[in-house]
């Protein structure tokens, strides 16, 4: 019987964590602390010293982590954020929320991400924050891009949600801006059960303009004084109990990913499928595996029918989406047809060899199929 494999199998992270989580899950309601919190703040100085950055903030999702951060800058109305079109809608939906103008800049043909190159071209004198997407995992080229938000005075955001562990020359993902701002969407590298984010930074007046807003605009040490008109975007214990538990295997999982990863990218050898790339200083940490295929709908059915799950981060870029096309003033043109081409691989890090083996198979026949279908249209 052949081994159909699953895009993501999170009942596997699950097992590995179900002990230490109901284990703290039971402290919890000895203490009935639900938010925020001794667990929360655990969590916060353990995730701030992993990433490398003297704070972190807890928020309630990824998209109020940017949000947050944003406002926390004093960005909005009237002001311009620059991010790569070829992003999740949140990215752009976090600039909107804040009363911000997002501003869509093409990427990197071979890693797809925002690059100094590409950025050039969409700064304005609007222009108050860039947030670099580490999109699928690998963080971009946080050098040059320092060096042309530094030059131009303007603010550099990571949105980290898919590089929980990812480097760049180094640093790793949320020390390498202003601040780094994470989700932990179930499905991440380090996710919890249910909605969870983060900020991290080392600027201790910007965490602490974020972790007012996130708790209704409250001063700090009182309960009924607010200086801002903040929101409810407060992280709940259980889920920083989960992270805790997760963030212990977040290396030997993202190592696990890794060799997956590098599996593929032999397997595939100069095959028309092809992974894409990533930069001698990065070290990714595959949230997705993205190869890049011309007849892109064609394969991912011959895929479906061979047993392997497979899906698309993402199809449509943001400049293209209905909400956000008056934002969009020129074409973008290596976003665009990437997204036609882009093909996410199973990726988790307790895929057996078996179903690794059976993906890189599946490439083969993908493979043998369009050189087939190549061969006779010029014959």
Known sequence: MKVKVPFLDLSATTREVSAAVCESWNAILAGSRFIGGPV????????????????????????????????????GAGDEV????????????????????????DVDPDTLLLCADTLRPALTSRTKAVIVVHLYGQMADMDALADVTGHHGVALIEDAAQAQGATWAGRRAGSAGHAGCFSFYPGKNLGAFGDAGAVVTSDACLAARVRSLRDHGRVAGSHYEHDAVGTNSRLDAIQAAVLIAKLTRLDEWNDAR????????AAFGSGVLQMV?????????????VARIRDRDRVQRIFTAIGIETAIHYP????????????????????????????????????????VERVCAAAEVVNDILLAKEASRHG
């Open 40 to 75: 929360v703040e655990q969590f916060e100085a353990a995730w701030s010293s992993y990433c490398g950055t003297s704070e972190a903030v807890g928020v309630a999702n990824g998209t109020d982590a940017i949000q947050l951060t944003l406002r926390a800058m004093g960005i």
């Open 82 to 105: 620059v991010l790569p079109a070829n992003t999740f809608v949140a990215t752009a939906e976090a600039v909107v929320l804040a009363g911000a103008t997002p501003r869509f800049a």
């Open 258 to 265: 890794r060799r997956i990863a590098a599996r593929y990218r």
């Open 277 to 289: 790339a990533e930069a001698p200083a990065a070290r990714g940490v595959y949230h997705v595996a």
């Open 316 to 355: 449509t870029p943001c400049h293209l989406i209905a909400p956000y096309r008056r934002y969009a003033d020129a074409p973008l043109p290596v976003a665009e047809h990437a997204a036609g081409e882009v093909l996410s691989l199973p990726m988790y890090p307790q895929m057996s060899t078996e179903q």
